[in-house]
């Protein structure tokens, strides 16, 4: 049974794992125990992937400030006795987090100054952002909200506040839910809050911001699509994926699921040092995406984000990259190079951030 919207917001994100535990859909529960089964304990992870014990103490130093969590099936695409994997450097706490730098902060893109309600953001015009979880299936070391306050700001506890904002402000014509990941939330919350956004009618379209499909394909489950498949409004998932290897056949079968619901399909990279910094990995990424119907939308500049400064890659190389990757691949598949900034209503090409 759909619990009442009343029930469902009084739920913090600390109980989902429990409550959905109780009630349910069948094929909730095999995502569920995946979730509630990623590895967390640094040492379990360098055991598993044969890697050496000197990197433990940092492993668990950098693990106190932002805690290691990895599901299975991310960790079966890493290569064991690699400590460069790609696929490993996105998710192991590493020594270099510890350091500090006055250009690196706790909030870098201004989401505290954005928040207009509780658990939501309005940055930029005609669409604002839900926060519908802190909770994720993967925790990236570069995450740019690593340092967000989601215990201040449960959007399943404050959605009516959320809710009435869009609804005063007939501007709005796209909600975002985003968190955390929101395919975190279980599909009966998932579609309560759906239905609650559908209600407005100047809203025309939802965009589902996630890295679960890539992180934890068990996720799209039956129940999720039927969720999806169900959606009025113009719906757009935009999946976050880094690097091909990420890309393995449980994922494609997942984004296949997912289109066939009629979601428009995007993703957004990060550019990450060490991990897709080089032409051909970005150019081999973008039509293994186009392949699984999944358009290359954004190429990220790092968030400097405090704790990340290892993974940045210096704007003049980003954009030399850039033009490189214009060269190998027709213009559908470029992603754009962004930067967002602070403030500004609109994320913005990196080579006009540099232009002198
Ligand atoms: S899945 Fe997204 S929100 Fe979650 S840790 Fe990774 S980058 Fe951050």
Redesign the pocket.
């Known amino acids: 049974m759909i619990p009442k919207t009343a029930e469902l917001l009084q739920i913090l994100p600390s109980q989902i794992s429990e409550t959905t535990a109780n009630s349910p859909p069948k094929d909730d529960k095999s995502w569920q125990q995946q979730q509630a089964d990623a590895l967390r304990e640094p040492a379990r992870l360098l055991q598993q992937l044969a890697l050496p014990d000197s990197l433990l103490a940092a492993a668990e130093a950098a693990g106190a400030r932002f805690s290691l969590r990895v599901p299975a099936a991310w960790l079966a695409r890493i290569e064991k006795g690699n400590p460069t994997d790609p696929l490993l450097r996105q998710i192991l706490p590493a020594a270099e987090e510890l350091r500090s730098s006055t250009a690196f902060s706790t909030d870098p893109v201004g989401d505290r100054a954005a928040r207009a309600a509780p658990g939501l953001l309005h940055k930029y015009q005609g669409r604002v952002l839900l926060m519908t979880t802190g909770a ?5 070391r570069y ?4 340092h967000y306050p989601y215990s201040d700001d449960s959007l399943l506890t404050q959605l009516p506040a959320a809710l009435d904002y869009i609804r005063t402000d007939n501007s709005i014509h796209e909600v975002i839910l985003s ?3 929101p395919l975190s939330l279980s599909n009966s919350r998932l579609a309560q809050l759906i239905q609650q956004i559908q209600t407005i009618a100047h809203v025309k379209r939802l965009r589902i911001h996630t ?1 679960t499909p890539v ?1 934890l394909p068990e996720r799209i489950d039956a129940g999720l699509l039927e969720v999806l498949n169900t959606v009025k409004l113009q719906s757009v998932m935009v999946i ?1 994926c880094n690097h091909p290897e990420e890309l393995d056949e449980q994922v494609l079968e997942a984004l296949s699921a997912l289109r066939q619901c009629g979601l428009t399909l995007l993703n957004q990279s990060v550019l990450l040092k060490g991990v897709n910094d080089n032409v051909d990995i970005l150019s081999h990424l973008s039509q293994r995406l186009f392949s699984a119907g999944v358009l290359a939308y954004y190429l990220h500049q790092l968030d400097r984000v405090e704790g990340a400064q290892h993974f940045e890659v210096p704007d003049t190389e980003a954009i030399a990259l850039h033009d490189a990757l214009r060269q190998q691949l027709p213009g559908y598949l470029l992603p754009e190079l962004v930067r967002e900034q602070r403030g500004v209503g609109a994320k913005t090409p990196l080579q006009e951030v540099c232009r002198p």
């Open positions: 994720c299936a993967i925790h990236c995450c740019f909200r690593r968190g955390g990941d890295r992180a976050h």
